[in-house]
T-cell receptor, first 117, second 115 residues
């Protein structure tokens, strides 16, 4: 069964450093998402991406964040200058269908735990 | 903006018994989708069940069923014949039917299954 994969599973970084979290969505999916979950809290939407551009983003997704689909398979989330409060689990998800186009399940990856020291 | 509320931080159920997890939501939209996701200790989010708001019939997936009350904006999950593998965090989520695809999650209910 196809699945979303994420690397690394755990990333430790120093405050102020740049990190890139990588995701490989399901191959025939067209819509990609990043969510984050601070420990003990709810899952929060960060950004959605379609046709090589951001289709929606939350207020969390400020100028420190960026997303990219550098090739036909990877989808990345970059945090330019990490802060302590960026420590969280980051989940990538993908879906096959368009916004407003019906019920299209989002498939989640296993997550990357980011620890900022 | 839509909000999703799960008022039960923790629930316990005996193996083979039935448990109901509560979820309420607030929206001004008439067309939307609702979901229950399971997050086991491995932390990967798994879709359990989904409901389209325009459908009056409650969704069912094997031992999982929902009680969808649109007027009350309530969407509870019933797990029948609970199994040890059902122990997990359960998140209720909302998605608008138009516009963006983002999921809005509740705070989750930790379900413990006891022998």
């Amino acid at each position: 069964e196809p699945e979303v994969t994420q690397t690394p599973s755990h990333q430790v970084t120093q405050m102020g450093q740049e990190v890139i979290l990588r995701c490989v969505p399901i191959s025939n999916h067209l819509y990609f998402y990043w969510y984050r979950q601070i420990l003990g809290q709810k899952v929060e939407f960060l950004v959605s991406f379609y046709n090589n551009e951001i289709s929606e983003k939350s207020e969390i997704f400020d100028d420190q964040f960026s997303v990219e689909r550098p090739d036909g398979s990877n989808f990345t989330l970059k945090i330019r200058s990490t802060k302590l409060e960026d420590s969280a689990m980051y989940f990538c998800a993908s879906s096959g269908g368009p916004p407003g186009g019906g019920l299209h399940e989002q498939f989640f990856g296993p997550g990357t735990r980011l620890t900022v020291l | 903006a839509q909000t999703v509320t799960q008022s039960q931080p923790e629930m316990s159920v005996q193996e083979a018994e039935t448990v109901t997890l509560s979820c309420t939501y607030d929206t001004s939209e008439s067309d939307y989708y609702l979901f229950w996701y399971k997050q086991p200790p491995s932390r990967q989010m798994i879709l359990v069940i989904r409901q389209e708001a325009y459908k009056q019939q409650n969704a069912t997936e094997n031992r999982f069923s929902v009680n969808f009350q649109k007027a009350a904006k309530s969407f509870s999950l019933k797990i029948s014949d609970s199994q040890l593998g059902d122990a997990a965090m359960y998140f209720c989520a909302y998605r608008s039917a138009g516009g963006g695809n983002k999921l809005t999650f509740g705070t989750g209910t930790q379900l413990k299954v006891e022998l």
